[in-house]
């Protein structure tokens, strides 16, 4: 079956640029999305079809997605960035999602 | 105001079923495919099916055929989760997402991404 592979977890300074990865096999050629969980919350998508923006989203989230590799990039990171992110793609016509970075703000 | 409205927590004991509800708000619930999404706790995201609100036809991920039932009530725009058989790893957050299709050159694809997510049900099977 598919898998999508995150780091388990990312450090950034507050203010500083976030990259998180997500890697799966010819990914590129599929649509990614990213979604964001803080503790005790539901998900909240914060990138879809790649690099698309959902309304409401900051501009310093921002995606990319070629070859094996989906990265969500954030921009002068901000503390209440901290949270849970979750790659997702579709394969097989399956859900696939990745397992899951926990980004702190340190 | 477009939101799902999930269920409260349940306590159930092993062996017991549990049923779900997912009710939508706020959009016509027949335009949009309505899945099922679980977490364990600590755990990551784990996608358990769909279920077409236009016909009521489910589809069922790995792991989760058998004791696993998606049904619908369109009249009142609720979808339901239902679990038989329970046991301890059934412990989990149980979320309904709305599935909002790619779209590009003014083609729309059947494949979506989740916009829009209910609160989530805890359910925990313990005696």
């Known amino acids: 079956s598919y898998e999508l592979t995150q780091p388990p977890s990312v450090s950034v300074s507050p203010g500083q640029t976030a990259s998180i990865t997500c890697s799966g096999d010819?990914?590129?050629?599929?649509?990614a999305c990213w979604y964001q969980q803080k503790p005790g919350q539901s998900p909240v998508v914060v990138i879809y079809?790649?690099?698309k923006r959902p309304s409401g989203i900051p501009e310093r989230f921002s995606g990319s997605n070629s070859g094996n590799t989906a990265t969500l990039t954030i921009s002068g990171t901000q503390a209440m960035d901290e949270a849970d992110y979750y790659c997702?793609?579709?394969?097989?016509?399956?859900?696939?999602f990745g397992g899951g970075t926990k980004l702190t703000v340190l | 105001q477009v939101q799902l409205v999930q269920s409260g927590s349940e306590l159930k004991k092993p062996g017991a079923s549990v049923k779900v509800s997912c009710k939508a708000s706020?959009?016509?619930?027949?335009?949009?495919?309505m899945n099922w999404v679980r977490q364990a706790p600590g755990q990551g995201l784990e996608w358990m099916g769909w279920i077409n609100t236009n016909t009521g036809n489910p589809t069922y991920a790995q792991g989760f055929t058998g004791r696993f039932v998606f049904s619908l009530d369109t009249s009142v725009s609720t979808a339901y989760l239902q679990i038989s058989s329970l046991n301890a790893e059934d412990t989990a957050v149980y979320y309904c997402a709305r599935g909002t299709p790619y779209c590009s050159g003014g083609s729309c694809y059947s494949i979506w991404y989740f916009d829009l997510w209910g609160r989530g049900t805890l359910v925990t099977v313990s005696s």
């Open positions: 997702q793609a579709w394969d097989s016509s399956s859900v696939v």
């Open positions: 079809q790649d690099s």
């Open positions: 706020g959009y016509t619930f027949t335009t949009y495919a």
């Open positions: 010819k990914l590129g050629d599929k649509y």
